[in-house]
Structures are given as C-alpha cells and as structure tokens.
C-alpha cells in the first residue's frame, strides 16, 4: 500500500502561482512513477503531469505546458506541482497518483490515489 496526502491547494488570483505537494508513504516511493490530476466540476478526471520513478522524465497535458512544473525528492517522499501563471480554468481538484514502475499518462492504469487538494482561481 502506498498512501497519498495532497497540500497546498487554495484560492489564488488570475496570473498568481501555487505549489501543491504530495507526501507519500508506505512502500518503496521510488519504485512508484507519479502523477497529477484534476477534476473540475461537472468534467471528468483529466492529466495533468507524470514524473518518472528517476525525475529525469515528465510529460505535462498541453494546457499546462511551459505554466507547471511537476518534480520529486525521492529522499523526503514528497512529488510537487509548480503552478504558475494560473488561470480560472485551472480551478480544479488536484489529486496525485501512483503507478508501480513505468511512467504512463493513463488513469486507469493508476495503482494509488490521495484524497485531493482544491485550487481555485479567480478572475
């Protein structure tokens, strides 16, 4: 079992920054890639971004391209969402994800989920 505890989320202006954190135990967190996504209301669970086990792959959905930036630190367990320049179609509840060894951008190939975090952006 891996558990998965999301912080950071909250309200935020047009154009402003966030950083959302992850903090995982259990098993062996770096055998685990991770992911990020989100859900706003009334629309399904879509990608957000994906670390590999190794930080040294990431894949990031087109609309969050060159505003967020999703990293780890293996030694503290813990994956991050930079989120800068963010816009009201952000506002979203944030979850993390984890999937057993290789990267992978699917849903449902997701092993463990947190709770999620609710960033909201006003305009």
């Known amino acids: 079992q891996v558990q998965l505890v999301e912080s950071g989320g909250g309200l935020v202006q047009a154009g402003g920054s966030l950083r959302l954190s992850c903090a995982a135990s259990?098993?062996?967190?770096?055998?685990?890639?991770m992911d990020w996504f989100r859900q706003a209301p009334g629309k399904e669970r879509e990608f957000v971004a994906a670390i590999a086990w190794t930080g040294g792959t990431t894949y990031y959905a087109d609309s969050v391209k060159g505003r967020f930036t999703i990293s780890r630190d293996n030694a503290k367990n813990t994956i991050y969402l930079q989120m800068n320049s963010l816009k009201p179609e952000d506002t979203a509840v944030y979850y993390c994800?984890?999937?057993?060894?290789?990267?992978?951008?699917?849903?449902?190939?997701?092993?463990?989920w947190g709770k999620g975090t609710l960033v909201t952006v006003s305009s």
């Open positions: 994800a984890a999937t057993y060894g290789r990267l992978t951008t699917s849903y449902d190939a997701m092993d463990y």
């Open positions: 259990g098993r062996t967190f770096s055998n685990y890639a």
